[in-house]
């Protein structure tokens, strides 16, 4: 059967449920904090200002590790890449029923999380002076922590953009990274604007944990599928 790959709706959908992550927004929520609680309202330009160096530097990296592994992809031999797309969908999937089965039974057995060493290691980094090395370091590094752990929606959309990597599929990675630090903007500006908060944030992000995850999974499940199907010639892209 051959089908037009719903590239715009895929890459946004996908986005939007890979942005509700827990590690980056957990970090902003903590900095946040402390530097409210050591610096205090008299000076929220500098809570902006280093708050936009630490979503700027996930983004580059996020943006530029994608646009990395499409390109990998795209150079892959055909009868090579039917088979790294079959592991990878086989992979998103499996990533997509851990996340469900953390809807049911949180914390037991293994999960797409930071360790607690690593979350170890972010707390010694937000108790040493906020500066703007700090937070390009702590962007860096939950950048490279969270890739691993939560990168399943971003693993299937660089494959399925792989394709047809062109300037339109480069655009498309580029929404993409730009929804996906979105809510981390959102954050950022309420507390600045003192729309919201940061209690009511850390209040909300604990009570919808669950319903995050199990989101996150279902739409693990089905692009894992999809390019399941996709790489065993079941589905076509036109």
């Known amino acids: 059967m051959s089908i037009a790959l719903p590239s715009l709706f895929t890459v946004i959908a ?3 449920v890979d942005s509700i992550n827990p590690c980056a927004i957990g970090v902003l929520i903590f900095f946040i904090s402390v530097f409210l609680a050591t610096v205090g309202t008299r000076n929220k330009r500098k809570l902006l200002y280093l708050g936009s160096i630490y979503i700027g530097v996930i983004y580059s990296i996020y943006f530029l590790a994608g646009v990395a592994l499409a390109a990998t992809f795209a150079v892959i031999p055909n009868f090579i890449a039917q088979y790294v797309s079959l592991v990878l969908g086989t992979l998103v999937v499996f990533f997509g029923l851990i996340e469900i089965k953390d809807f049911f039974w949180y914390g037991q057995g293994i999960s797409l999380s930071i360790s607690p060493d690593q979350a170890k290691k972010i707390d010694k980094m937000l108790k040493g002076k906020l500066s703007v090395g700090l937070m390009i370091t702590l962007g860096a590094f939950v950048t490279a922590v969270e890739l691993p752990c939560t990168g399943g929606p971003y693993l299937a959309i660089l494959n399925l953009l792989s394709y047809n990597f062109d300037i339109q599929a480069l655009l498309l990675l580029l929404l993409y990274n730009f929804i996906f630090v979105l809510p981390l903007v959102v954050i ?6 003192g729309i919201t908060k940061i209690a009511a ?38």
């Open 201 to 238: 944030i850390k209040k909300w992000k604990q009570s919808s944990r669950a319903y995050i995850r199990l989101g996150i999974g279902l739409l693990l499940v089905a692009l894992g599928w999809f390019l399941i199907l996709v790489s065993s010639g079941i589905l076509v892209l036109a």
């Open 14 to 16: 996908a986005a939007a």
């Open 188 to 193: 950022l500006l309420s507390v600045y604007f």
